[in-house]
Nanobody
Framework: QVQMVESGGGLVQPGDSVTLSCTPSDRSHIPTFIRYIMAWFRQAPGKEREFVASITYNNRSTMTDELMKGRFTISRDNTKNMIYLRMNGLKPEDTAVYYC???????????????????WGLGTQVTVSS
């Protein structure tokens, strides 16, 4: 099991930009991590965990939720063992705990489903408020 660690959250104002980062907590998991399909999810108080974006292990394909497309961008740098989520134009409704998730996903898997991913981080809080 690969434990991920997220960072970069905090209190920001509407319209601000933030970049979240995710990396394995243990260097021994890096060979597995760099082969994973990775994703970001978020969960607001009282709501279900929702898909934000995913990226393949080789950076060739990304997928972003339609409501966040154009504002949120997922990327990865396997040389640094990092996954990023760049969030622009933040709104109060973006307030949530943001989670990094990863797994070896087979053909036909639903990338937007939390059940697809075996390994998760503990999350980082993003609060958008004036």
């Amino acid at each position: 099991q690969v434990q991920m660690v997220e960072s970069g959250g905090g209190l920001v104002q509407p319209g601000d930009s933030v970049t979240l980062s995710c990396t394995p907590s243990d260097r021994s998991h890096i060979p597995t991590f760099i082969r994973y399909i990775m994703a970001w999810f978020r969960q607001a108080p009282g709501k279900e965990r929702e898909f934000v974006a995913s990226i393949t292990y080789n950076n060739r394909s990304t997928m972003t939720d339609e409501l966040m497309k154009g504002r949120f961008t997922i990327s990865r740098d396997n040389t640094k063992n990092m996954i990023y989520l760049r969030m622009n134009g933040l709104k109060p409704e973006d307030t949530a705990v943001y989670y990094c998730a990863g797994g070896t996903v087979g053909p036909g898997a639903t990338l937007a489903s939390p059940a697809t991913y075996a390994d998760w981080g503990l999350g980082t809080q993003v609060t958008v408020s004036s």
